[in-house]
């Protein structure tokens, strides 16, 4: 990045006196919280408590978005500089505190001079004037251009192509977005739509969330859009997104959400959210996202020929149930990924098990036989391997589906399905919006179960093959075959 006017007078300054003390600050370099998948993701040093993100869509998807990115913070440890994950997106002016303040860019990492140093504890507002491209590689998420508009794709690593911030599940916030489209559009994001003004050609439209969320989950949908509105348990408000085009063919499928929310409230406890719905995208991705509160589907999942309607219906269940599982529990390194992909995976079996006739059980067997396999390709299920740097989403394996699910059925095994039902609903309950471990998952389920689990958790969760399923001994894994293909995020395998 050029030097900035500042810059510039401090280094004339320099070169005219000798007597200038030269600057102690070390050379802008990204930084990370040490996540062992992604190195450079996530910022030490401070606690983000609130995004405001404003967003001017110019109604065309080659042009860049006009962004203004707020974050409230509170520092964790004294600070001279601070470290945002951004990436494709133009900076123009940062402020800190309201004062204006240097900045350059290290790798993916947008790196901040604070005006005065900041003690540890202390409130720090950031100020980030940028633009927020659209165009460029989809491959690795960020916004996804659909056929009238745009739509969001941040997991894993993604959200910084979009606004700057501390992208990392560990440190989730509160957010507001205030979102400004031509008139003829709509604007949904996540959350509950908080205001809407119109202008002379425009309208700007504010959504805030009731609930802490990972940068990973934001939503914001802008298109030629119908906003379908019904009512789940206990009043919740569901909403879906669709192309205004399709409402009434996709009425007979969302339609189901309200009883597939009450199914999901019987397995493990209240919803955790404000609202909820789907946002149905013309477009292709490949899978389909548990953004918060408000699920991204393709297009084709409903109006394709290609999926029997049991297996559409898992695979809302699956999105659905990762509300609970990764979005209002959230994984503190993605290496506890497995928690979020194989528990949502869970529900959708047994949702299938108990609306289409087909067997967990039967799903299980054949998932222990290919699970030797998935763990050569792919590491074991908490300790994946790191994904390729040019496909990001290769981290979303077969090992952390049914691999992980798989996981789950052997502890029903182990401890009974009283004690496992007690778990399920307690760890959603104490963990709600917040991030756990896998450590705290086992610790949890052996206070349950009333005995040390470890050995078993070791073997399940970090062997390169897998154990003996409890219960069930003639049961065996194939020897490990050629490598498996990645698997696209929150996609449920083909049914066969």
Do not use: C
């Not at 633009?131 to 590689?137: A, E, F, K, L, Q």
């Not at 994001?189 to 439209?205: N, S, V």
């Not at 222990?368 to 390729?388: E, F, K, L, M, N």
């Amino acid at each position: 990045m050029p030097l900035t006017s500042r810059r510039l007078r401090a280094a004339l300054l320099a070169t005219a006196s000798v007597t200038l003390v030269a600057a102690t600050l070390p050379a802008p370099e990204p930084l990370g919280i040490g996540d062992r998948l992604f190195p450079h993701l996530g910022n030490p040093g401070y606690d983000v408590l609130a995004y405001d993100v404003s967003l001017t869509y110019k109604g065309s998807n080659t042009k860049p978005l006009d962004a203004v990115t707020t974050i409230d913070a509170r520092t964790t440890e004294p600070l001279e500089r601070i470290n945002l994950d951004f990436a494709r997106g133009t900076v123009s002016s940062v402020e800190v505190d309201g004062r204006d303040s240097e900045f350059a860019t290290a790798g993916e990492d947008l790196v901040v001079d604070t005006p005065t140093a900041l003690p540890a504890g202390a409130p720090v507002r950031i100020t980030v004037r940028h633009t927020s491209d659209p165009t460029g590689d989809q491959a690795n998420g960020g916004w996804v251009p659909t056929a009238d508009g745009l739509a969001m794709a941040n997991q894993a690593d993604a959200a910084h192509r979009v606004f700057p911030g501390n992208d990392h599940p560990a440190d989730k916030a509160y957010f507001t977005f205030r979102v400004t489209a031509p008139k003829d559009l709509t604007v949904v994001a996540g959350g509950l739509l908080a205001g809407k003004r119109e202008h002379a050609a425009t309208t700007t439209w504010t959504y805030r969330t009731s609930h802490p969320m990972a940068t990973e989950l934001a939503q914001v949908s802008i298109g030629r859009s119908a906003v379908l509105r019904r009512t789940g348990p206990n009043g919740l408000p569901v909403r879906d997104v669709v192309p205004a085009a399709d409402r009434a063919k996709l009425e007979p499928w969302l339609r189901k959400t309200p009883d597939q929310l009450a199914w999901m409230e019987k397995q493990v406890g209240p919803y955790p959210f404000e609202t909820y719905g789907l946002l149905v995208a013309d477009t292709e991705t490949g899978f389909e996202l548990e953004t918060q509160t408000l699920s991204l589907f393709e297009r084709s999942m409903f109006t394709g020929t290609g999926y029997p309607e049991w297996y559409v219906e898992s695979v809302m269940v699956h999105e659905l149930a990762h509300q609970w599982f990764g979005n209002s529990v959230s994984p503190r390194t993605w290496s506890d990924l497995w928690l979020n992909e194989g528990h949502a995976t869970w529900y959708e079996a047994l949702y299938a098990e108990e609306h289409a006739g087909k067997p967990m059980e039967r799903r299980m067997r054949e998932a222990y036989a290919r699970s030797d396999t998935w763990r050569a390709a792919g590491g074991p299920p908490a300790r994946p391997d790191v994904p390729t740097p040019d496909h990001k989403i290769s981290l979303f394996r077969p090992v952390v589906y049914d691999g992980s699910a798989l996981i789950l059925y052997a502890l029903r095994e182990e401890i009974g399905k009283a004690a496992f039902d007690r778990l399920e609903r307690a760890w959603v309950s104490v963990h709600r919006d917040g991030s756990a471990t896998t450590r705290q998952f086992t610790d949890l389920a052996s206070g349950i179960a009333g005995r040390d689990l470890t050995a078993f958790f070791d073997g399940w969760l970090y062997a390169s093959r897998t154990p003996p399923m409890p219960g069930h001994p003639d049961w065996r894994s194939e020897a490990p075959r050629a490598a498996v293909a990645p698997q696209s995020p929150a996609r449920a395998p083909k049914p066969e």
